[in-house]
């Protein structure tokens, strides 16, 4: 259960500084906080990402800080008035860039980011598969991927999202999806980025020889197992990421912000965010990603 309540604020640690909250970003990782399938912080609050305004700063933080808009991924109980944590995670907001553009861009940019440049090798002309073409990640992974040239597939779950995606051919998820994928693409596709989980075997029907499958979410349901055997009918790969991997190294998750911001400045990167709801409407936010009726991305409003 989501509901509102007063938790006061802690003292500032070295190197800390303190946010009051604009816009919180609503993911899917929240919904898993509130299910527990991942752990929530102390104070039980979920969220890890928004947009809003350095109010104060902790002993070893310029107060030049102090005043500026900045935005984040990675600083837990986001869905609240303010935010605190280390100064590291909390990256300035470019002056093109409105609230709403980048409360909805830096999580699910990043995500996009480093499956577009460290997954795959893919190359101009090439043609991939993004299943939930629709969904926050799908919009930013094509929109990253067609940069560089690579031609999408995308792939959605119903006739009513359909034409929210921004791929070059979108097709509806049904049982003749690869005789569908294989129409457009009668060599096989390059690459699959998959989403949605469940039986992601169904994919080597669809991939071109030493294809790869990259597994990175499991919106509905767990990953089948898949038998090493079934990768020799093409020579495929597969791999199953996990975030903290491609943000281990000192400084990489900072270089990946910036890059999505950079992107995203230049209209490159365009988040669509389909709707902004008030804090209080959380558990109607979490309502909307469960279902997987929605498209793009939700925002929860906390202050102006």
């Known amino acids: 259960m989501l509901e509102l309540t007063?938790?006061?604020?802690?003292d500032l640690a070295h190197n800390q500084i303190r946010v009051r909250v604009l816009l919180a970003g609503v993911n899917f990782w929240d919904v898993m906080q509130r299910r527990g399938d991942v752990p929530l912080p102390e104070d039980g609050v979920p969220g890890v990402e928004g947009v809003g305004i350095v109010e104060s700063v902790g002993a070893g933080v310029s107060a030049d800080l102090v005043g500026q808009r900045v935005v984040w991924s990675k600083v837990g109980s986001s869905y609240a008035s303010h935010v605190q944590g280390a100064a590291e995670f909390f990256v300035p907001v470019p002056d093109s860039l409105s609230d709403t553009a980048v409360a909805g861009v830096l999580m699910q940019g990043v995500t996009a980011q480093y499956l577009a440049t460290d997954t795959t090798d893919l190359q101009p002309g090439d043609i991939a598969l993004v299943t939930a073409g629709a969904g926050g990640v799908g919009l930013l992974l094509t929109q990253f991927l067609q940069s560089r040239g690579v031609d999408i597939i995308g792939v959605v779950g119903s006739s009513a999202k359909a034409g929210a995606t921004r791929s070059n051919h979108t097709l509806i998820d049904s049982e003749n999806l690869a005789g569908e994928v294989r129409t457009l693409a009668p060599g096989g596709v390059a690459a699959v980025f998959d989403a949605a989980g469940g039986d992601s075997g169904r994919f080597f029907a669809m991939l071109r020889p030493r294809g790869i499958c990259v597994l990175y979410g499991a919106a509905g349901g767990p990953?089948?197992?898949?038998?090493p055997g079934d990768l020799g009918a093409g020579s495929f790969y597969v791999t199953r990421t996990a975030g903290r991997d491609y943000a281990a190294a000192p400084g990489e998750w900072l270089a990946r912000a910036q890059d999505v911001l950079s992107h995203a400045a230049v209209g490159e990167l365009v988040a669509d965010v389909s709707e902004v709801l008030n804090l209080a409407q959380a558990a109607?936010?979490?309502r909307s990603l469960e279902s997987r009726a929605t498209t793009g991305k939700i925002l929860l409003r906390v202050s102006e």
């Open 6 to 10: 007063e938790i006061p604020l802690e």
């Open 284 to 286: 109607e936010a979490h």
């Open 223 to 227: 990953i089948s197992p898949i038998a």
